[in-house]
């Protein structure tokens, strides 16, 4: 177990060193849209809350590509509310934080006042969707409020298999669970393989269906650097919550395309940019049933 723990360190480490952009180069089109251009749903991409992914950054790869779906995205710089979420039909957060410095004690506090989380709760259950993404420490404690909304349990750590902390799920290894989002409109859309970078684990409420579940090795590294078994767990869960629908994912980078730079070393691609997976197909799968165009 200590030798896990050591192997954590130096993936924070490199973490830490690392300079992440988005790929200048990442193919955003979509060979069938669901929708016609300009007249999908309108989906927010929440920036109003320190997030470290925004749609002129390192979401920009994920932008493009549900633009060319046909959603009418836009970036949300306002506090949530009943008029803030009004009108929009999904509503995208990624890996928010309680404070712009990631490395400071402040970035684990509540991202979200407990008046928005009444207010995207409301929403969701009106018959809004929301994509919330929430991955390894600090952004797991920023975001636990507002999950706990929808019965989520987030581990607030750093997930770990064996020596890695980038995890595959593969319908080969039974983790990869079938659902119509990993299903697709069709046998071209259907999804095999994803892979994850550096997340934490999550526990859906009764009667959420599993997406991407953990193997029974699969341990976290919680801030203080105890651990605790992550068996029974997952990194990608799926529910209904009143009228509306929720996706919560325990890793980012996975909807991301990114080129990360580490002092000394070759750039390395990170996300839906990463050949021999399924990360692209799924991203496109999940607003897509968010938005109730796969059903």
Known sequence: ?????????????????????????????????????????????DEAHFNFHTCDGRYKPF?????????????????????????????VISNALGAAAMGSKEASRPAFTEE???????????????????????????????GKRFGVDMSKGWTVDGDTSQLYFSR????????PMTRGRDSTERINRVRTFTGQSLRGPEG????????????????????????????????RHGKGRVVVLGEAAMMSAQVVQIP?????????????????????????WLSGALD
């Open 208 to 239: 959420a269906a599993v997406l991407l579940a953990l193997a029974d090795s699969a341990i976290d590294v919680l801030p203080d650097k105890t651990q605790q078994p992550a068996a029974g767990r997952a990194q990608g869960i799926a529910m």
């Open 116 to 146: 928005e989380c009444d207010a995207v709760a409301a929403w969701v259950g009106g018959g809004g969707a929301l994509l919330l993404i929430a991955d390894h420490a600090p952004m797991g404690a920023a975001a636990e409020n507002l």
């Open 63 to 91: 932008c493009d590509l549900i633009a060319n779906d046909g959603y009418r995205v836009a970036p949300n710089k306002e506090k949530f509310s009943a008029k803030s979420l009004d009108g929009r039909q999904v509503l």
């Open 172 to 179: 080969g290894d039974g983790r990869l669970k079938d659902h």
């Open 264 to 288: 000394g070393k070759e750039s390395l691609q990170m996300g839906m940019n990463v050949p021999g997976i399924d990360n692209r197909q799924l991203a496109l799968n999940i607003l897509r």
């Open 1 to 45: 177990m200590r030798s896990r723990v050591a192997v954590f360190i130096l993936l924070a480490a490199v973490s830490a060193l690392a300079q992440q952009q988005a790929d200048p180069n990442f193919d955003a089109k979509v060979a069938r849209p669901a929708y016609k251009a300009g007249e999908g749903p309108k989906v927010l991409l």
